[in-house]
């Protein structure tokens, strides 16, 4: 009877330390947790997906327009009032209406890191930047041609990439 006691007192013992094994703070599969961000942040040079249906809407609305105006004086869609006036429609972002000024706005983006939205700049009338469009992604940009309005683009077309002067990123947070 001894004997029944001790073996029905040691599956008692263990029974309970098998209870509290699993009472662990960390599970014996997680490694590194503590030093895991505790939420994903979301990088503030990229939209998110209703803010690129939302310019995407906006850039839609302009497809095929055609060209009217050549300064700031004259009323009519010409580049530079194509972009500032998405810019304006998107988030009430004031740029300038002239080509020129435009360059000038924002930060420098390099070719390789460019993202849609962003401002590009092109050298179409001798060495001075003259024309400017919108980078919608994968090589592709919309600006206003004189023959044609309001158009798409690409840099693998040779006029273009040999005129390619630079962007300039105008979406971007200082926080």
């Given at each position: ?84 006036d998405v810019y304006r429609k998107f988030n009430q ?83």
């Amino acid at each position: 009877m001894v004997k029944f006691k001790s073996a029905k007192f040691a599956v008692i013992i263990l029974a309970i330390l098998f209870a509290f094994s699993g009472c662990n703070t960390y599970s014996r599969y997680r490694t590194g947790g503590e030093m895991m961000p505790k939420e994903a942040k979301q990088d503030k040079n990229q939209f998110s997906t209703n803010e690129y249906l939302r310019m995407g809407k906006i850039l839609q609305s302009y497809l095929g327009k055609p060209y009217s105006g050549r300064s700031k004086y004259e009323k009519g869609l010409d580049c530079s009032f194509f972009t500032s006036d998405v810019y304006r429609k998107f988030n009430q972002t004031i740029i300038p209406r002239t080509v020129k000024e435009q360059y000038k706005v924002g930060r420098g983006v390099a070719f390789k890191r460019l993202i849609y939205g962003d401002l590009l700049f092109f050298k179409t009338e001798g060495k001075k930047v003259s024309h400017v469009g919108i980078f919608v992604g994968d090589g592709k940009f919309m600006h206003v041609t004189n023959s044609k309005g309001v158009i798409i683009s690409s840099f693998s077309e040779k006029y273009w990439s040999k005129r390619y002067a630079g962007a300039r990123r105008i979406f971007f947070s200082e926080k």
